[in-house]
């Protein structure tokens, strides 16, 4: 097994992460019938989702396999609808932070690359409250569910992601798409600091109690990438691209629509 990013932490600490995640995830899971009131298991079940979350950006990095991480999405995906069910009204954008956006996008992402059924996606889609009103949202669920409506030059978070939406413009030659990319990949580490989502420069905290490193991954722009059938030559070799999940995906059609852009 070769870790896909070893450049701050090594396999032994991924190793050890993922199993406390999951010891945790257990023990969460477990206080789910003991919860005081509704505010309490609303915050075991967010917890929940992150432990699982976490879990799989670790076994990426860890460089597991592809198989195993999409068993582990199950799980993700398990939790999510146990959620909802509990929750009919709960928001997976939550507190509307960047980092929450994130959370969504990465699920949506993770929906597509492991073959989520649709009625599951349309579900997790109804309990994110920037559904058909953020194109990248959007876009991300038209990738599973085509048809679905997108609005167009919507963004929650333009500063980020607005070289990323233009990019996708159809009137955007080649060169032209690999520049956007290129401003999106380099702005998009410093601008999480700014809009303080925690796990920015996380492969700093020296004690390993407290480090929640779980890898650098854009795993949104993946998603696009090998929905698309983008040439991705230009950004493949980008530390934060998961381009095996992206060749993954694209082997997985049909020889006559494996055609790059």
Not at 80 to 105: M, Q, R, W
Not at 225 to 235: L, V, Y
């Amino acid at each position: 097994m070769v870790m896909r990013q070893n450049i701050f932490k090594d396999k032994d600490f991924f190793d050890e992460d993922i199993q406390w995640n999951m010891e945790c995830h257990s023990d969460l899971r477990s206080k789910l019938s003991k919860a005081f009131d509704d505010e309490h298991k609303g915050f075991i079940f967010l917890g929940l989702l992150d432990y699982s979350r976490v879990a799989i950006a670790e076994s990426y990095t860890l460089g597991e396999s592809l198989t195993k991480i999409g068993r582990r999405c199950e799980l993700l995906f398990d939790d999510a609808k146990l959620y909802i069910d509990e929750f009919p009204d709960s928001d997976l954008f939550g507190s509307g932070t960047l980092e929450s956006y994130i959370n969504c996008l990465w699920l949506l992402s993770f929906c597509y690359f492991f073959k989520t059924p649709k009625e599951r996606i349309q579900l997790i889609a109804d309990h994110i409250s920037l559904t058909e009103k953020d194109w990248l949202i959007d876009r991300l669920i038209a990738a599973s569910i085509p048809g679905h409506p997108i609005a167009v030059g919507q963004l929650a978070f333009p500063e980020i992601y607005k070289p990323l939406a233009e990019a996708l413009s159809y009137d955007q030659t080649t060169e032209e798409r690999n520049k956007k990319i290129q401003m999106f990949l380099k702005n998009y580490y410093p601008l999480l600091k700014k809009y303080d989502v925690t796990w920015h420069d996380s492969h700093k905290e020296p004690d390993p109690e407290y480090c929640n490193h779980f890898g650098y991954w854009i795993f949104e722009l993946a998603a696009l990438s090998a929905d698309i059938g983008w040439d991705d030559t230009s950004f493949r070799d980008h530390p934060m691209y998961s381009k095996d999940l992206v060749d993954w995906k694209f082997a997985q059609r049909p020889k006559d629509k494996q055609i790059k852009i």
